[in-house]
């Protein structure tokens, strides 16, 4: 029996997750499931899934928490930062599924790689801002990270077991890799006048053809920032080089990504877009689970087709290649810019466009700082988003 901690409980991932575990009740039990504030979707989730514990990131949320749940279900509710990192780190706990959304996710996320667990991880933005730190302490701790990440999932499968039992620290070129092709439909304004950007709506802009997800990320697949944010995720994850990694368009988002190997083979990993396909991969893995996705229907499906992504339609994807390039200070400036710059999206304070604007104006702040430790990774990104907010007043 696999005891999990879902991180992010009550979120899109989170919920997907305890989907999964319901399905397969003798192998998987929800240890603790972790939420921000969101105290109706958490008293709903414990009602059903029934787990040990309930920890609620904000103190008002976990006091109404525990007065709304009946006594009979025997959940202990908790708060408290320092209480959710021993939570993640606990004896019994076996496996953390990492899908709290964005900066908020990197201390858990760390101390779960730093107590050597096994770390399902959704939260690509940990990885975006810690990287090789990240890398290294799972080599450290014998963590074993797997990606539920859709598309770094799907380039899992698709790797030599030499490259997956090697994650961060493996070898591309050694096993026959050439090129990591990494898909993305290019979200709901693939073909949407340019000229008329500025007037995208944040209804319009979550209103993601093919994937249902969280604010954040929607927002960032039609900017295509997440395909910036997955293709750093990619980087550490396969330890690729710049030239080894590839983004295509694929609207369908049938294919989730494909390895390019030497001798011209090339393997796609192919699903519905359903997350609980990559969840259940990453929880059963090496073996497999039922997941409740339907099967693939080629016949449906008809036509798969593919093109190069745009940089003038999606700044943010140049802007998240090139800090990926420049080292992990940029990616982490780029990383809490980009936060800053969606939450005032959302909020109606500035343009779709003007995304962009404030992650180019952060970007030019790099200036080599030492980031040797989690504390600089987290010092770094505040600096930052200070500076996004300055950015944010000048388009205001
Ligand atoms: P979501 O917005 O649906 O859920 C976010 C979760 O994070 C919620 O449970 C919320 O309570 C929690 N949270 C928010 N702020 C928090 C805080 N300060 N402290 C603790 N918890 C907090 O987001 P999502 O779509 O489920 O995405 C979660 C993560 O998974 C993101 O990093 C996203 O990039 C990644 N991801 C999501 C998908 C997807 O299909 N939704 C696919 C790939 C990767
Ligand atoms: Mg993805």
């Not at 305890?18 to 003798?26: K, Q, T």
């Not at 030599?160 to 961060?168: K, V």
């Not at 936060?339 to 109606?348: G, I």
Request: glycine share 6%; proline share 4%; with cysteine.
């Amino acid at each position: 029996m696999q005891k999990i901690v879902v991180l992010g409980a009550t979120g899109s991932i989170g919920t997907n997750t305890l989907d999964v575990i319901a399905r397969n009740p003798d192998l998987y039990q929800a240890y603790a499931l972790v939420a921000h504030q969101n105290v109706d979707k958490m008293l709903e989730l414990c009602l059903q899934h029934r787990p040990g514990i309930a920890h609620m990131v904000n103190p008002e949320a976990a006091s109404l928490l525990q007065q709304r749940l009946p006594n009979e279900l025997n959940v202990e509710v908790t708060t408290g930062a320092d209480v959710l990192l021993e939570l993640v780190k606990h004896d019994s706990v076996d496996t953390v599924m990492a899908a709290i959304v964005g900066a908020a996710g990197l201390l858990p996320t760390f101390e779960a790689v730093k107590a050597g667990k096994r770390v399902l991880l959704a939260n690509k933005e940990a990885l975006v801002m810690s990287g090789r730190l990240f890398i290294e302490a799972a080599r450290e701790t014998g963590a074993k990270i797997l990606p539920v990440d859709s598309e770094h999932n799907a380039i899992f499968q698709c790797m030599p077991e030499r490259i997956q039992t090697h994650i961060g620290h493996c070898d591309l070129a050694a096993e026959g890799i050439s090129h990591i092709l990494l898909t993305g439909s290019g979200g709901p304004f693939l073909s949407r006048e340019i000229n008329s950007f500025d007037a995208i709506t944040p209804e319009q802009a979550c209103n993601h053809p093919n994937w249902s997800m969280g604010r954040k990320i929607s927002v960032d697949s039609a900017t295509m920032m997440n395909k910036g944010l997955e293709y750093i995720e990619a980087k550490w994850l396969f330890n690729a080089r710049n030239e080894q990694l590839k983004v295509v368009i694929h609207p369908q988002s049938v294919i989730h990504s494909m390895v390019q190997y030497r001798d011209g083979s090339v393997i796609a990993q192919m699903g519905k877009p359903d997350m609980r396909t990559p969840i259940a991969h990453c929880m059963s893995y090496p073996q497999r689970i039922s997941s409740g996705v339907e099967p693939l229907d080629f016949f449906k499906v008809g036509q798969l087709s593919f093109c190069e992504p745009d940089f003038e339609r999606y700044p943010c994807l140049g802007l998240a290649i090139e800090a990926c390039h420049q080292g992990q200070e940029a990616s982490t400036i780029l990383n809490a810019a980009n936060e800053v710059a969606v939450e005032a999206f959302l909020n109606s304070r500035i343009k779709f466009t003007d995304i962009a604007r404030v992650n180019q104006g952060c970007l030019s702040a790099v200036v080599n700082s030492k980031l040797d430790s989690i504390e600089d990774i987290v010092a770094l990104d505040k600096e930052a988003r200070s500076r996004a907010n300055a950015e944010l007043q000048k388009l205001i």
